[in-house]
Every structure is written in structure tokens, then in C-alpha cells.
């Protein structure tokens, strides 16, 4: 089979991670990069040979590219991503899809109509410990889980891309933690989110560099959830409580793939409990990167699909009108506002096929 053609559009932090994946696969080259930085496309053109650069996003959408990897700052996306569908191209474009949820469903039909694939750059949803946990409730080790923490905030004192943003906590991190905590529970419906976003007198951020938030789901399953770029330590720590124990695993950040695992059976004291169990660990863009090539290949639609990311976007969206509204729980899944979120079947698991993926 011919290698899929990608051409980059911004060679930046994540474009750095995400290549270091594409490029050890043998069914993908890089084909074109666009950036607005000459420094940036001299160094592409160092690393690619023969590749096509330009700080112009025509040069990305020649006859010769299959796929776009947007790797923009996000306020870039919607208008980026609209092009690269209209022209026919495969998308993939990192998280968040865009800054709106009504810009990123726009997207969702643009590609289906277009025929082309529409994907995000979730990857963290694949980091061993989030796939490992997911066995654990899949497999009923903690029975049915009905309270989750999830806390991850970390010291970001440079702002960077984020300069101006309105709501660098709930768009920038808490995207992967909502699409991470899906991951591990197996998709559950949000039902609503109450959420305060601050910003500590320590933080340089323009918007809530800090988020607290109470999220409700179907079933009767309840998330204390608390994220952002301005502690003054980092600090992660997910729990999950079920009707047989409680799991909890600590550690610096999500990304940070050494943990302090443990599982308490009820009302008893944690001990240590190895749950990565025969997993090894894993580079999650690998992961990520191989379900995106079957995608587009036309196999199996994955979990962050546009389509079924629209969900993430769903629930953050109610978060930042919860804190524009000073925190009033706002409703998602039921929410008119996010219909086109929430049309997919319910109850998937995926990371079942997740797991399965990285045996
Ligand atoms: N999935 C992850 O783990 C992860 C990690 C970091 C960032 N991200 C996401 O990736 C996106 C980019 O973030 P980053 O940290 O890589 O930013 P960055 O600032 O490091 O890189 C962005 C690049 O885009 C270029 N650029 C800006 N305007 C452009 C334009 N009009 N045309 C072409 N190139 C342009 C910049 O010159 C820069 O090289 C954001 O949406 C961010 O949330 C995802």
C-alpha cells in the first residue's frame, strides 16, 4: 500500500511529539510543512528530504497530500481545518478541535459531506495508566464505580501560545482530561457541570488559569475534577470509587508515566496494587497515530473521531458557561445546545479496544 502523504501545518510543540511517532511508522511521510516561521521550515526542510515548504497553507493541500495535521494554535483551527476539508484532505488536528462548539460540529458536517476523515489529536486517552484503569472498571475489579477524582494542575509559569486566551484551563488541559476520564469509564453521558474558574495571583494567564468543576454523569456516577497551568507544585492524583474498593493512582502529571497505584477493598486501607499488570509502557501518539491510519483507510471509527470528540467539546463548552454564569450547573447531554454531541450510540467502550490496541 502507498504511504500516506501528510503535509504539517505548524512546527511547534506538538507537530515535535507527534512526528516523533509518524516518523518511526512505515505507512505515513511527510510530504509538505507550513509555518509562518522561517526558522521553523528551514528545520523542517533538514529533517525531511525533498520536502515541500511554504508559510502558506495552499502549499499544504496540493494533489500530492492525502492528509493535514493541524498543528496551529487554536484559535487557527476553524478556518485552517475548513480549508483542508474543502479541499478534499484527511484532517487531523490537535486538541482542541476549535475554540467553539458550534465552530467544531460545523467541522463534524463539513467532513462527513466532504467524505474525508475529520480526527483530533487526543492522545492522551492512550497513556498506559488510563488504559490500565480502564481494564480494572471494564473488568468490574472496583464494581460499579459512582465517584471519580480527577486532580491534575501544574506549575506553567510561562504562558506562551495560551497569551490571550479566555479559557486556557478548561480548552487547553482539561480537554484531555474529560476525553481521558471517557476513556476510563467507558463513555458515560454528562448530565451537568458546575464549574469555577479562577485565576491565582501568582498566575500570568489572561483568562482562569484554574478550574474546579463538579460533573454529574448517567448512572448515577459523580466526578470532582480539578485542572490547570497554575499550581504552585504539580500534582496528579485519579481515584475512582466503586461498590468493591477504591483505586487511586498519584504522581506528578497525567503524562508522567511513574505512579504510586493503589486499591483499597471497602473500608479498608489503600495498599499498593500493580495495575498496569502486563502493560507495557507506551508512547501514546503511537497508539493514537495507528487507530488514525485505519481510520482513514476507512476501518474502524475511533474515539476521537471529530464526530465523537464532540462530546469532550460538549462538556467543556457547559463548563465555561458555568463559569461565566459564577458556576450554576449547566446541563449537557440534554442540553439542545450540544444535540449534535450526543446522536452516537451510548454505553461504547472505548478503551477496551484501546487496551487491546497496545497488548
Ligand atoms: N496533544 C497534546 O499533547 C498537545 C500538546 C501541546 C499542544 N497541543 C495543541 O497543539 C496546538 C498547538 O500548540 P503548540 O504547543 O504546538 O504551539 P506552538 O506555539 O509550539 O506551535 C505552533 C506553531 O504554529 C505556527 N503557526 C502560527 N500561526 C500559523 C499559521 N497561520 N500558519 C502556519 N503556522 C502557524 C507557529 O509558528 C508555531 O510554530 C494547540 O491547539 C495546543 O492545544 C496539544
Given at each position: 500500500m502507498q504511504p500516506l502523504r501528510c503535509a504539517v501545518l505548524g512546527w511547534g510543540a506538538v507537530s515535535r511529539h507527534m512526528l516523533a511517532a509518524l516518523?518511526?511508522?512505515?505507512?505515513?511521510?511527510?510530504v509538505a510543512v507550513v509555518d509562518v516561521r522561517e526558522d521553523a521550515l528551514a528545520e523542517a526542510s533538514d529533517r525531511y528530504q525533498g520536502v515541500v515548504t511554504g508559510t502558506d497553507l495552499a502549499v499544504a493541500l496540493g494533489d500530492d497530500v492525502d492528509a493535514v495535521l493541524v498543528n496551529t494554535p487554536s484559535h487557527l483551527h476553524f478556518d485552517q481545518v475548513a480549508a483542508v476539508l474543502d479541499a478534499g484532505k484527511h484532517a487531523l488536528v490537535a486538541k482542541p478541535i476549535t475554540n467553539d462548539f458550534e465552530h467544531a460540529a460545523r467541522l463534524v458536517d463539513q467532513a462527513?459531506?466532504?467524505?474525508?476523515?475529520?480526527?483530533?489529536?487526543q492522545q492522551m486517552?492512550?497513556?498506559?495508566?488510563?488504559?490500565?484503569?480502564?481494564?480494572?472498571?471494564?473488568?468490574?475489579?472496583?464494581?460499579t464505580v459512582e465517584a471519580v477524582t480527577l486532580l491534575n494542575?501544574?506549575?506553567?509559569?510561562?504562558?506562551?501560545?495560551?497569551?490571550?486566551?479566555?479559557?486556557?484551563?478548561?480548552?487547553?488541559?482539561?480537554?484531555?482530561?474529560?476525553?481521558?476520564?471517557?476513556a476510563v469509564l467507558g463513555d458515560p453521558r454528562p448530565v451537568s457541570i458546575a464549574a469555577d474558574g479562577f485565576t491565582p495571583s501568582w498566575s500570568s494567564y489572561d483568562g482562569p488559569s484554574m478550574v474546579n468543576a463538579l460533573i454529574r454523569f448517567?448512572?448515577?456516577?459523580?466526578?470532582?475534577?480539578?485542572?490547570?497551568?497554575?499550581?504552585?507544585?504539580?500534582?496528579?492524583?485519579?481515584?475512582?470509587?466503586?461498590?468493591?474498593?477504591?483505586?487511586r493512582c498519584r504522581g506528578v502529571h497525567m503524562s508522567v508515566d511513574e505512579m504510586t497505584t493503589e486499591l483499597a477493598r471497602p473500608a479498608q486501607a489503600f495498599a499498593p496494587y500493580d495495575v498496569n499488570r502486563g502493560l507495557d509502557p507506551v508512547d501514546p501518539w503511537a497508539v493514537?497515530?495507528?487507530?488514525?491510519?485505519?481510520?482513514?483507510?476507512?476501518?474502524?471509527?475511533?474515539p476521537f473521531s471529530g464526530r465523537r470528540n464532540l462530546a469532550v467539546m460538549a462538556?467543556?463548552?457547559?463548563?465555561?458557561?458555568?463559569?461565566?454564569?459564577?458556576?450554576?450547573?449547566?446541563?449537557?447531554?440534554?442540553?439542545?445546545r450540544f444535540a449534535a454531541a450526543f446522536g452516537h450510540a451510548v454505553g461504547e467502550h472505548p478503551h477496551?479496544?484501546?487496551?487491546?490496541a497496545s497488548l
Open positions: 516518523d518511526r511508522t512505515t505507512w505515513a511521510e511527510v462527513s459531506k466532504a467524505g474525508v476523515t475529520l480526527s483530533v489529536g486517552r492512550y497513556m498506559r495508566h488510563y488504559q490500565a484503569v480502564g481494564r480494572v472498571v471494564a473488568a468490574g475489579d472496583v464494581g494542575a501544574k506549575p506553567r509559569p510561562n504562558v506562551g501560545n495560551l497569551a490571550g486566551m479566555q479559557q486556557p484551563a478548561l480548552f487547553e488541559m482539561a480537554c484531555h482530561h474529560f476525553d481521558s476520564l471517557a448517567e448512572g448515577g456516577l459523580h466526578a470532582l475534577y480539578q485542572g490547570g497551568f497554575a499550581s504552585q507544585g504539580p500534582s496528579y492524583e485519579l481515584r475512582l470509587e466503586g461498590t468493591a474498593g477504591a483505586l493514537h497515530l495507528e487507530h488514525w491510519r485505519d481510520y482513514v483507510r476507512g476501518g474502524t471509527e475511533p462538556l467543556l463548552s457547559a463548563g465555561i458557561e458555568s463559569v461565566q454564569s459564577g458556576g450554576a450547573p449547566v446541563d449537557v447531554c440534554d442540553n439542545p477496551v479496544d484501546a487496551v487491546g
